[in-house]
């Protein structure tokens, strides 16, 4: 009965999205208000209605019912409660299920906040909002239905992978999905500024926050991931350009390289067109990237198992692609913008560089993602590009990035001296080469990592100095303390100064790869108990092994080793492989020696235990990998500022027939 309740809800909800957006297309066809009207509240009623169908899937989770075939995929009786709710997202249906609901939440906020704002968008964007929907509720619906029962009822299911059994899976697709489908509303009121001819920045005003709100949901996603693959993955490191992370890296690029660019068109009307292309392609990567885990197209440690759906994704991307070139060409006149670069030493300049390297960053991983696909069109083989071609393709586009992104704030509108840019540089630029012949005389020669260190701490010395220069004058114009200055500067500008610790946040983490990257050791070896390695200044006595059963069916094998640091003794640590013996699926956990410098990260890849009890152990020396960690929460942190609501925020009528502006924000 439950399932067949949520069968009901999901159709009802598809129903409710094809209303919305007929109803929005006759309302403003036949200019009858009403009509617009009754699609938002329709736009609205699909929320309750998918999560009504995503609680029920979750009752039928937590209750083992076995005649549901999803259930029986992801879950089984010695789960915890907490892995059956995850198992939601945990497959192919359940996740797609959740990716509707989480869009409806979006979209029917937006419709709730700026229904009064701007009704003159608000057909167009219910309208191209509700397509996105009708698709996704489509494929729950007819392709991959979650309430599907089978022809009998198993005594118990398969259970989750073993791989999503990780915490940082409770928290990490949500924050994916969040950001994915948060990219929609921008677009969405992209397309209605273009259909309906309304070209100024007011679209872009509408959206600030949902773009930031979406862009923070998506970094979070990516370091959350980041997270989860050293912890779990077992092979050493945090990114590996695997083409499911690359999917969701593009359209973060894409969305950083667009929240940078509107800047530019709210301050000098500029760049009309070039910030309409980034929001469709932003979302059109959203969809792609969807498309890469869902079609299996692309083999990737992390994505769904091959489906009919890739086809389906692959149609619905060029007819939305065709559908936003077609209205970018349709308004090319409109979209010019009547000023222009009056000098190439400007703050507009600085962010259109900006924009070109990271859209050189996101051609390039573009490129080596699909290349499988492009090379088995064209020679019939799969090709495969591995990650030292990814670092060495982006690892310069990223240098020149982060040198810019130091830089730039000391440019200003319209024009800038050389003389003012060269003042503002050169005792930084010291500092920081002061700070690299410090490192060579403590023994550094890579001339990679000098150069790299040199550029990072150029770039956070003048970041730090945008700070100090704008608490010193709060000081001497108002008297105030050091602490209540800065706090006052944050509070003030808030867009400004978030920027300002996104920056610092992308520094950290910069310091934190180029330590992994370019010094990171490691060994693997064979010891018997009672046997020793050494790697760096760390040795590791092997104690012995014990297997062990461990909740629903895993079988755990886990290692005991004693650590020294320069012959002291650190700790006892214990790396474990987990065999999940129902599917015979394997997990590889390391456990490791964590200081802010660096991380001793241990493997137990194999244990022979008829062998003298011995174990080969895989051991990396990770340097600087927690300023990685690090650095993420100082940006998202930057982040939550710069999107944070304004208490002076304040709607002012613009003199427009029917327009309302809202100043500063969203």
């Known amino acids: 009965m439950i399932p067949d309740l949520g069968y009901i809800a999901l159709g009802f909800a598809f129903g409710t999205a094809v209303y919305a957006a007929v109803a929005a297309w006759y309302g403003h066809r036949t200019d009858q208000p009403r009509w617009v009207e009754s699609a938002r509240n329709a736009t609205i009623i699909t929320l309750p209605l ?6 029920l899937l979750i009752v039928s989770l937590l209750r083992s019912d076995f005649s549901v075939e999803y259930v029986w995929r992801v879950s089984s009786r010695g789960m915890p409660d907490y892995l059956k709710v995850t198992a939601l997202w945990g497959g192919q249906a359940g996740s797609l299920l959740f990716w509707n609901f989480l869009l409806a939440v979006f979209t029917a906020a937006a419709m709730m906040r700026n229904w009064r704002r701007q009704r003159e968008l608000m057909a167009y964007a219910i309208m191209v909002a509700s397509f996105t929907q009708i698709f996704f509720l489509g494929l729950s619906l ?10 009998f009822v198993p005594p118990d299911g398969n259970g989750l992978n073993p791989l999503l059994r990780h915490p940082g899976m409770i928290i990490h697709p949500p924050m994916l999905y969040l950001g994915f489908v948060g990219f929609t509303i921008p677009y969405a009121f992209g397309m209605a500024a273009l259909m309906s001819g309304k070209l100024d920045d007011t679209w ?3 959206t600030r926050r949902w773009t930031l709100v979406a862009w923070l949901f998506l970094s979070l996603g990516l370091i959350l991931g980041g997270r989860w693959a050293y912890d779990v993955l077992g092979w050493g490191g945090y990114w590996a350009w695997d083409p499911v992370e690359n999917a969701s890296f593009m359209p973060w690029l894409a969305g950083t390289a667009f929240l940078h660019s509107v800047m530019i068109q709210e301050k000098r009307d500029m760049f009309k067109m070039w910030n309409m292309s980034l929001i469709v392609l932003t ?8 498309f890469i885990v869902r079609s299996g197209v692309i083999s990737s440690v992390h994505s769904f198992a091959q489906s009919a759906i890739g086809p389906l994704f692959f149609g619905f991307i060029a007819i939305m692609f065709v559908f936003s070139v077609y209205w970018l060409s349709k308004r090319h006149e409109a979209l010019k913008s009547e000023n222009h670069l009056n000098s190439f030493l400007s703050r507009e300049a600085a962010f259109l560089y900006n924009n070109f390297l990271i859209l050189a960053i996101l051609a390039v991983v573009f490129l ?7 090379s088995e069109l064209i020679t019939g083989e799969k090709g495969f590009v591995g990650p030292p071609v990814y670092e060495q393709a982006t690892g310069p586009l990223f240098g020149v990035l982060v040198l810019l992104m130091g830089v730039a704030p000391l440019t200003m509108w319209y024009r800038t001296s050389a003389q003012r840019i060269g003042m503002g540089v050169r005792w930084p630029a010291l500092a920081a080469l002061i700070f690299i012949g410090v490192l060579i005389v403590l023994g550094i020669r890579d001339w990679r990592a000098l150069l790299g260190l040199w550029i990072v701490s150029f770039a956070a010395i003048l970041t730090l100095l945008e700070f100090w220069k704008g608490t010193r004058g709060r000081m001497k114009a ?9 706090a006052t500067l944050m509070g003030r500008n808030r867009r400004r100064y978030g920027g300002y610790w996104i920056h610092m946040g992308v520094i950290v983490m910069a310091f934190g790869i180029i330590g992994m990257e370019l010094f990171q050791e490691q060994t693997q070896i064979r010891l018997t108990v009672g046997d020793t390695l050494s790697l760096g200044r760390y040795e590791m006595q092997f104690l012995g092994a014990t297997r062990f059963p461990g909740p629903d069916d895993l079988l755990i094998t886990q290692a005991t080793v004693d650590v020294y640091d320069n012959g002291r003794y650190v700790g006892q640590y214990y790396p474990r492989t987990e065999l999940y013996t129902r599917t015979n699926q394997p997990m590889t956990i390391p456990d490791a020696r964590s200081t802010i410098s660096e991380d001793f990260y241990i493997l137990m890849i194999n244990w022979e235990p008829t062998s003298s009890d011995q174990a080969t152990f895989r051991v990396y020396l990770n340097p600087l990998v927690n300023w990685v960690w690090a650095g993420g929460i100082i940006f998202v ?6 999107a944070w609501p304004d208490r002076k925020e304040e ?5 427009r027939p029917h327009q309302t502006v809202l100043a500063g924000g969203d």
């Open 50 to 55: 998918v999560a009504l169908a995503c609680f």
């Open 142 to 151: 007819f392709i991959e239905n979650p309430f599907t029962r089978l022809a």
């Open 204 to 206: 872009i005003r509408l």
């Open 283 to 290: 979302y059109c990567l959203v969809i792609s990237g969807t």
């Open 368 to 374: 080596f993602t699909y290349y499988p696909i492009f």
């Open 478 to 486: 108002k008297g105030e303390p050091p602490w209540t200055a800065f």
């Open 637 to 642: 942190i930057g982040t939550l500022i710069a």
């Open 651 to 655: 709607l002012v009528t613009v003199s």
